[in-house]
């Protein structure tokens, strides 16, 4: 394990340095602790020294009951949390996506009715004024709301937005910034307005999604590495191995972005074929940085200096992957047993609970976390991904290795 000379003194200088030692991972910083702990005062999750036993009810097995488990074991035990502190922001939104996604899976109305309490009280509105991606974000939980009874109030406010948004060429009035100009964006707000293209019928919300994107893809996206830096600020920053800096969690971001949107890109739109090509070339990467144990590392060019495994961004590369060889557009044979072990390596944190842990706290780049470390918008990426990798496992029960090869 390499460990920078300064996060060496720091532990000497910290009281638990002995059981940073033994531990045999890098605590946070002070600063990184501070930011956990304005998570944690804010409800997103929570960091504990000690998350308790692992799980060892739990399966790896990709067959539909084996996934339906380890799902509602992480959601039930999120759920409760969750509604006892309802927020817009975008941490609570990725969640709601998660929670509508199992009640899908499932057939469980819980979580739907959970989400239907949830946009009654906030009563279908945004956070504004002139809502960024990360405000707009809980309007995907509003739409699908809506396409499953279709009344107007339902996204009236969010339509209201999105039409003011529309007319403008930059963030809002005095920043200049690109409207996405940071790559969790795109997780965050094509999703939210290509629905409203489902939902009106109108070109617009569609035809703003690929200028957009395209605007960010310009910017961010490194044609070498076929990865995103997180913004521009980072194109030119590097790890403590010299490499560049490509943060699990925001790749993570863009992948289930791209999954959020394909669906509802019409079929003969001639802009698909570039949203297929980014999922095709990320995955192709991603899946090469993957450790031997199935899982990735906050810096993913840099897995020695962060030693945890990061479970958010694992997650939402589960998700991406699953739903690219659920569509077709990623080859089976080649990324199922990638698939299959990140999905094993997922589930070695979750807690016997239903704590997920390994999740990096909020932030624009790699950093420490303790293990036990879970926070909302980790785990919504996670029921992300165990209801597409149902969707994957229940076309392809059989267990044999004809089905794990990608051969039926």
């Known amino acids: 394990m ?31 602790q501070a ?16 998350g308790g036993p692992l799980a060892t009810d739990l399966s790896p097995a990709l067959t539909p009951a084996a996934i339906d488990k380890a799902m509602r074991k992480v959601a039930d035990w999120q759920l409760d949390r969750t509604m006892h502190h309802l927020d817009k922001i975008w941490t609570s939104a990725v969640l709601f996506s998660g929670f509508m996604a199992v009640s899908e899976s499932t057939g469980d109305q819980k979580y739907r009715d959970a989400m239907l309490t949830m946009a009654n009280g906030f009563e279908w509105k945004l956070r504004t004024p002139y809502p960024n991606a990360d405000d707009i974000a809980v309007a995907q939980t509003y739409l699908e709301l809506y396409f499953q009874q279709p ?14 948004l529309i007319k403008l060429k930059t963030l809002r009035p005095g920043d200049e910034r690109q409207p996405w100009w940071w790559c969790d964006a795109l997780f965050m707000g094509p999703p939210v307005w290509v629905r409203m293209y489902k939902a009106t019928g109108d070109r617009k919300y569609l035809d703003y999604v690929h200028t957009q994107w395209r605007i960010t893809y310009d910017l961010l996206y490194d044609q070498e590495e076929h990865l995103y830096a997180r913004d521009a600020s980072y194109k030119t920053k590097r790890e403590p191995n010299g490499k560049k800096v490509f943060w699990s969690r925001g790749e993570g971001w863009v992948m289930g972005g791209l999954a959020r949107t394909l669906d509802y890109i019409p079929a003969d739109d001639p802009q698909r074929p570039f949203y297929i090509e980014q999922l095709q070339q990320m995955s192709a990467r991603i899946a090469a940085l993957q450790g031997a144990d199935g899982q990735w590392h906050a810096g993913l060019l840099d897995p020695a200096s962060y030693p945890l495994p990061e479970t958010s961004g694992a997650a939402l590369f589960v998700y991406g992957m699953a739903y690219g060889v659920n569509r077709g557009y990623l080859d089976a044979k080649t990324y199922r047993p990638v698939i299959e072990r990140a999905w094993a390596g997922l589930l070695k944190n979750v807690y016997a609970d239903g704590r997920l842990g390994g999740i990096q706290q909020t932030g624009a780049e790699p950093a420490f976390y303790r293990p036990a ?35 039926i």
């Open 373 to 407: 470390s879970s926070f909302n918008y980790g785990v919504g990426g996670f029921l992300l991904a165990a209801t597409e990798l149902k969707k994957m496992a229940s076309a392809c029960p059989d267990t044999s290795s004809r089905c794990r090869s990608g051969q």
């Open 151 to 164: 009344s107007p109030e339902r996204i009236a406010a969010t339509k209201e937005q999105l039409d003011i």
């Open 35 to 50: 930011i956990i702990d304005k998570d944690t005062s804010r409800h997103f999750g929570d960091a504990p020294a000690d």
């Open 2 to 32: 390499k460990i920078q000379p300064h996060l060496m003194l720091l532990a000497l200088s910290l009281s638990s340095g002995l059981l940073h030692a033994q531990q045999n991972y890098p605590l946070p910083t002070p600063e990184m």
